[in-house]
């Protein structure tokens, strides 16, 4: 909230689409705890799940059937996953499967794209989006030398090149704001990633789950070689995955050599609440939250226009930005050259007008099932007056 010049907002619940903070003031929600509450705060089922497994035991560093059956359920929507592993958090996530490229191809080097977070990895903490890009950080203090060398950052749409472990993405960009590929673009790296000898990675922790069953790698029919996932498949708990074919996922220890571990990882909880939250995914779901997402985005174009407020509104099946600027964004510079500080004034006009957005207009969006239509309608009142106060 320091983006925009506010205090943080101190929650005490949420009740499906909104979300009601320590006085009392209640809020259409738009940020969805930053994606994983797909289905909204508090959705019975997983609320059930979740009690249902904390009641038998909340963590026992043994298998249990509920990783069988996630990891199951996300083999059979995501293109790419043969195998999965559970981790805890999409940072673990995005330094275990960049571990296992590098194990896989023999290369240290790594692509990856101006403005996408990959969560705190040392050395992909370069040019990266969401936090660092809403306070205007290059990097970090602590990251090495050796780790930055090993990075090489490359404008998005442009295809990386020479001898790489790894070419690492969000093939829908949203920590830079939401940014679409360009057509054709995520086809070239797949096809450089072939003809180089590297790995390509999709980072799906936003877009997994989230924009289809399979997430982007389904809708642009792209099949990368390791898969990273988190948000939506722990349901508002703590999980991620990374996931490929099985001779690749075959190397992870202690079936293979590449070492990798964590004491919480698939704990019953998490995967209670995402099994939970993955099966309330079907064929409703996704048309619901593209219907959302659509009305958001067209009547925010249209709020906008009416009082003369350039604006571009970027949108996909269950995300969506608002940027501040007359021509479309296409990469991470469009990104930095839009009016930020209107878009925090509008911001903070939308949360006293009870809607609730991401204080940064680096993030995403986040549509959810639980929204409405009368959500969207109150959400669009605000906005008609909040943009002529931006």
Not at 142 to 156: E, L, S
Not at 157 to 179: T, W
Not at 326 to 344: I, L
């Amino acid at each position: 909230m320091r983006a925009i010049g506010r205090d943080p907002l101190f929650v005490a619940r949420g009740e499906g689409a909104d979300l009601i903070d320590v006085d009392g003031n209640r809020y259409v929600d738009w940020v969805m705890s930053w994606g994983p509450l797909i289905a909204g705060h508090a959705h019975p089922d997983v609320v059930a799940a979740v009690t249902a497994a904390a009641g038998a035991g909340t963590s026992f560093g043994a298998p249990t059937e509920a990783e069988v059956d996630l990891a199951a359920e996300t083999v059979r929507r995501v293109p790419s996953a043969e195998m999965m592993r559970l981790v805890s958090s999409g940072t673990e996530a995005s330094m275990s499967a960049l571990r296992l490229a590098r194990a896989a191809t023999g290369r240290d080097r790594i692509a990856k794209f101006a403005g996408a977070y990959h969560g705190h990895v040392d050395g992909l903490l370069a040019d990266a989006g969401s936090g660092l890009a809403t306070q205007g950080i290059p990097s970090s203090p602590g990251v090495t030398a050796a780790q930055a060398a090993d990075t090489v950052v490359v404008p998005w749409g442009a295809v990386p090149d020479g001898e790489l472990a790894a070419i690492v993405c969000e093939p829908y960009p949203a920590n830079m704001g939401l940014v679409l590929p360009p057509e054709g673009f995520l086809a070239a790296l797949r096809r450089r990633a072939d003809e180089t000898g590297a790995l390509l990675v999709f980072d799906e922790v936003i877009s997994g789950f989230r924009v289809a069953p399979g997430g982007a790698q389904e809708r642009e029919g792209v099949t990368p070689d390791l898969t990273i996932l988190g948000k939506v498949i722990g349901g508002g708990l703590p999980a991620a995955a990374y996931a490929g074919p099985r001779e690749l996922m075959e190397r992870i220890a202690p079936a293979g050599d590449v070492y990798q571990a964590g004491t919480l990882s698939g704990n019953p909880l998490a995967t209670a609440a995402g099994l939970a939250t993955l099966r309330l995914l079907d064929a409703a779901a996704y048309e619901r939250l593209e219907q959302i997402a659509a009305a958001l985005a067209t009547g925010l174009r249209d709020a906008a226009a009416e009082v003369g407020v350039p604006v571009q509104v970027c949108h996909t099946t269950g995300l969506l930005t608002v940027f501040f600027r007359e021509d479309p964004v296409r990469d991470y510079d469009d990104a930095k050259s839009c009016d930020t500080e209107r878009y925090a004034a509008f911001c903070r006009a939308m949360l006293d007008r009870g809607v609730y957005l991401p204080p940064s207009q680096f993030e995403a969006w986040f549509p959810s099932l639980a929204h409405t239509d009368v959500h969207v309608e109150r959400t669009l009142e605000a906005a008609r007056e909040a943009f002529a106060l931006a």
